[in-house]
């Protein structure tokens, strides 16, 4: 067994990236990726604790797109994720590329603050540093946890949906590459791109089917099918997908600690259950 989406401390994660592969080990999983957002800065600090205890750590990150389907009808997401995987030190040109939106996810924040306190709601932005481990580390997931304790929103979900969310009274776009640009930096970095989560884009069926066969040809080795809050039906026909379109089925539990306390590494919800034979099948596909 094997969780190829995980978070921590570094993005929006509560846990350590040290804790990690802890997590992964008390589960009985033989690898594990850490796949923080736009940020290698964990993966060091998680080799060791894996080696200690003898799992395998996939160095890794996630990175948020342009889906360009924002015009494509209701329901559907502006945006979309790609988890990419082998990411070997920090030189290369998809490392660099984190490095600006590291710097643009600084300023997303300060401004998402700013926007909030616009609406009378002011949140102590030195204590959401404080408690996220520095800015780099700071993300909406706090912002949201701050929003519940001041009891203007109901809960996470809540926090989202009113404020932090693309349809929330406060929310500040990011900047974003598009998904063939990700792919085509992760190439030159050694790398491999997968579509995360796919079922977020808000497509399904035949549509869904002609994106993932774009992004096959675009270069990415991946879909994710095996995830943890998607029925049985849905993980199968996605893995389907993935055999028709040439791609890996991975899959991962997509942890956040105590921001998404539903889902444990390795098991998700309780059934996930991803083979080991996926790393060996994504190395495959490293250029």
């Not at 080990?25 to 003898?54: F, K, N, P």
């Not at 304790?149 to 809960?155: G, K, N």
């Not at 989202?160 to 929310?171: H, K, N, S």
């Not at 050694?190 to 270069?219: D, F, M, N, T, Y």
Request: with cysteine; aromatic share 4%.
């Amino acid at each position: 067994m094997i969780d190829l989406h995980t978070h921590s401390t570094v993005s929006d994660g509560s846990e350590l990236p040290e804790r990690i592969p802890e997590l992964a080990a008390i589960a009985g999983c033989t690898a594990v990726a850490l796949t923080d957002h736009d940020s290698l800065a964990g993966l060091d600090a998680a080799e060791v604790t894996a080696r200690q205890h003898g799992i395998t750590l996939i160095r890794g990150c996630e990175v948020s797109c342009r889906s360009g389907l924002s015009g494509a009808g209701p329901g559907r997401s502006p945006s979309m994720h790609v988890l990419v995987y082998f990411l070997e030190g920090d030189d290369g040109p998809l490392q660099h590329e984190l490095v600006a939106l590291r710097r643009d996810r600084v300023a997303r924040n300060r401004a998402l603050v700013d926007r909030l306190a616009g609406l009378g709601v002011t949140v102590d932005y030195d204590r959401l540093v404080a408690e996220a481990g520095g800015e780099d580390g700071l993300g909406r997931p706090h912002v949201a946890r701050a929003l519940v304790e001041m009891h203007v929103a109901q809960d996470m979900s809540d926090a989202f949906d009113r404020w932090l969310g693309e349809q929330g009274a406060a929310y500040v776009p990011k900047a974003r590459l598009g998904p063939v640009e990700v792919a085509t930096l992760a190439r030159g970095s050694s790398a491999v791109a997968v579509l995360a989560h796919p079922l977020s884009i808000g497509l399904r069926g035949a549509a869904l089917e002609q994106v993932v066969a774009e992004l096959a040809a675009a270069g990415f080795s991946g879909i994710e099918a095996i995830y943890s809050r998607y029925t049985p039906d849905d993980r199968r026909a996605l893995r389907a997908m993935a055999e028709r379109s040439g791609l890996v089925a991975t899959g991962g539990s997509d942890f956040h600690g105590s921001f998404k306390p539903d889902l444990s590494v390795g098991t998700g919800q309780g059934d996930l259950d991803v083979p080991h034979s996926v790393v060996e099948a994504l190395a495959a596909r490293r250029p």
